[in-house]
Nanobody, 121 residues
Framework: VQLQASGGGLVQPGGSLRLSCAASGRISSINFMEWYRQAPGKQRGLVATVTSDGVTNYADSVKGRFTVSRDNAKNTVSLQMNSLKPEDTAVYYC????????????????WGQGTQVTVSS
């Protein structure tokens, strides 16, 4: 199982970016899917979560500005980021809790490779 993230880049304050993350491999089912971020010198922190039923949860710092969504048919999760601020600058990682479709049918957390988001004028 692999997660591939994309969509990062450089944007001015107030701008928007959309991150995407696709899961591939021997997947039976995906439970929650999440986005984390890690700024230089800081610990990685949870940004947003979406469950298999579409229930979402956000860090207080991004509520009202970020929207997480998923496409269960395509095994993808996206993060729409609006009204970006310099403090949103970080490497963004996707994470997914996935049950494998082959023996031993384990359920594990998988991480994408990270994508850089820089908010600067």
């Amino acid at each position: 199982v692999q997660l591939q993230a994309s969509g990062g880049g450089l944007v001015q304050p107030g701008g928007s970016l959309r991150l995407s993350c696709a899961a591939s491999g021997r997947i039976s089912s995906i439970n929650f899917m999440e986005w984390y971020r890690q700024a230089p010198g800081k610990q990685r922190g949870l940004v947003a979560t979406v469950t298999s039923d579409g229930v979402t949860n956000y860090a207080d710092s991004v509520k009202g500005r970020f929207t997480v969504s998923r496409d269960n048919a395509k095994n993808t999760v996206s993060l729409q980021m609006n009204s970006l601020k310099p403090e949103d600058t970080a490497v963004y990682y996707c994470n997914a809790n996935i049950r494998a479709s082959s023996w031993p049918y384990r359920t594990d957390n998988y991480w994408g490779q990270g994508t850089q988001v820089t908010v600067s004028s």
